[in-house]
């Protein structure tokens, strides 16, 4: 299993342009997560999906987006990027319950610069 | 309101030495689970243990061990004769029963010198 995979590892982008950040898990989880990092800082969650066609706002949902049409795939999307978007972005996915060792599972990030 | 507290933000100790990293939460749910997490220079997040709110019993993993009190509300965290490989960040995190949310606190930054 590839456990969650993100695409892109590492991008630019200008102030005002969009991107999707993609997310994919093969291990069947009903529950993913976006979360960002601001350097030095702990994680943020910004979106959360329980189930494909269900998704919630997290701490930090201003000026994204996301969709869930598959239990594997969780996309978020940024829209007119700005300079405060500028951080790491973890995507992670989790079936809660599982014991005795639920746990979330992280990719490996996504680190993006908006200039 | 859930809330975890790591109130130590950056931790330095020579090779050897023992050391503990606190965590503190807060919830008002008699279920819920605790979390650590360990973060390492190159970036990825790496499971280390999860405890259940029933579940008081202290666990040790090599040396690594973790003291859970219900009474004072801590999950902390001991590594023993640390080692340089255990440069890291490491994160405490929350979920209670009820939620599908993770509240993690904002880190403790460990540097073991050699």
């Known amino acids: 299993n590839a456990g969650v995979t993100q695409t892109p590892k590492f991008r630019i982008l200008k102030i005002g342009q969009s991107m999707t950040l993609q997310c994919t898990q093969d291990?069947?989880?009903?529950?993913m997560y976006w979360y960002r990092q601001d350097p030095g800082m702990g994680l943020k969650l910004i979106y959360y999906?329980?189930?494909?066609?269900?998704?919630d706002k997290g701490e930090v949902p201003n000026g994204y987006n996301v969709s869930r049409s598959t239990t594997e795939d969780f996309p978020l999307r940024l829209e007119l990027a700005a300079p405060s978007q500028t951080s790491v972005y973890f995507c992670?996915?989790?079936?809660?319950?599982?014991?005795?060792?639920?746990?979330?599972?992280f990719g490996p990030g996504t680190r993006l610069l908006v200039l | 309101a859930q809330k975890v507290t790591q109130a130590q933000t950056e931790i330095s100790v020579v090779e050897k030495e023992d050391v503990t990293l606190d965590c503190v939460y807060e919830?008002?749910?008699?279920?819920?689970?605790l979390f650590w997490y360990k973060q390492p220079p190159s970036g990825e997040l790496v499971f280390l243990i999860r405890?259940?709110?029933?579940?008081?019993q202290n666990e040790i993993s090599g040396r690594y061990s973790w003291n859970f009190q219900k009474s004072t509300s801590s999950f902390n965290f001991t590594i023993t004769a640390s080692q340089v490989v255990d440069s890291a960040v490491y994160f405490c995190?929350?979920?209670?029963?009820?939620?599908?949310?993770?509240?993690f606190g904002t880190g403790t930054r460990l540097k073991v010198l050699a």
């Open positions: 405890r259940n709110s029933f579940d008081e």
């Open positions: 291990m069947n989880h009903n529950y």
């Open positions: 919830t008002r749910d008699t279920t819920y689970y």
């Open positions: 995190a929350l979920r209670t029963s009820g939620t599908y949310k993770y509240i």
């Open positions: 992670a996915s989790s079936f809660p319950g599982q014991t005795p060792q639920e746990t979330q599972y």
């Open positions: 999906s329980v189930g494909a066609g269900i998704t």
